[in-house]
């Protein structure tokens, strides 16, 4: 079945590039000009990924990203004319999933895309018979419980919204309890593709997740941070 994918620019020929690009490999393509549109297109249609614009008038891409982050979890790649490290990482701290700076080359744009579809989905295969299973597919280390089946993260019994991302990060750090890996190791296996400056693309993610699952994130139980080597997860009983 051929993939939605929801594109918000205010800028109409933008959109229509990006139309352009995308329908040749197969993708339906639905279109918004600000943030409250996008919002209405992802209520009425099935979108499995967004590519949105930082810079709209109404409601803004970041904005954007946080309404939809307070109830689904879906891809969303941020585009903006800024290039400043800090801009990308506001855009990844408020929910986005990637960032790709303007003007951007088409056959990046399409092999992210491909990128995050690929990660959602392998994320939201749940197996059905799961269930007749022993809980092989669970990981957890103290309180934090991770399901691969479910797809559902808990701690200490209550449910923790995490993103795909968010996801296969806490999910590749709990199979290695213990053992460290760098931003490049993680960066390689999460987003399964070649590490390159992708340090502060990693510390955001992390730091993320540890507001998410720790009581006190400058002072971590679970996931440590081991300065100038990487990060792990604390083997806990």
């Known amino acids: 079945m051929n993939k939605n994918i929801l594109v918000v620019d205010d800028e109409r020929e933008i959109v229509d590039a990006i139309e352009f690009y995308l329908k040749p490999e197969g993708f339906n393509v639905f279109k918004a ?24 008038p109404n409601m803004d891409g970041l904005k954007t990203t946080l309404k939809i982050r307070e109830n689904n979890n879906i ?3 941020l585009l903006s004319a800024k290039n400043q490290d800090m801009d990308k990482i ?3 701290n408020m929910g986005a999933d990637d960032y790709i700076s303007k003007p951007f080359n088409p056959l990046e744009l399409i092999a992210r895309v491909k990128s ?21 597919n669970s990981l957890s280390s103290g309180g934090l419980h991770l ?14 919204k995490v993103t795909p991302i968010e996801f296969k990060i806490l999910e590749f750090l709990l199979e290695k309890k213990g053992i460290v890996f ?13 590490p390159y400056n992708c340090e502060k693309t990693v510390a955001v993610h992390i730091r993320r997740i540890r507001e998410k699952i720790e009581i006190n994130s400058k002072d971590p139980k679970y996931l440590k941070v081991v300065w100038g080597i990487g990060y792990k997860i604390e083997e806990l009983n």
């Open 116 to 136: 995050q579809l690929r990660r959602y989905i392998n994320l939201n295969n749940m197996n059905n018979s799961s269930s007749a299973k022993c809980n092989s």
């Open 90 to 92: 506001i855009g990844l």
């Open 182 to 194: 760098s931003s490049s190791e993680i960066y390689q296996h999460v987003w399964e593709d070649t």
């Open 75 to 77: 891809p969303i790649i």
């Open 147 to 160: 399901n691969k089946d479910t797809k559902v993260v808990t701690l200490d019994g209550d449910e923790v």
């Open 33 to 56: 000009y600000d943030g409250l549109n996008a919002i209405e297109a992802l209520i009425d249609n099935n979108i499995d990924l967004i590519i949105m614009d930082v810079m709209m």
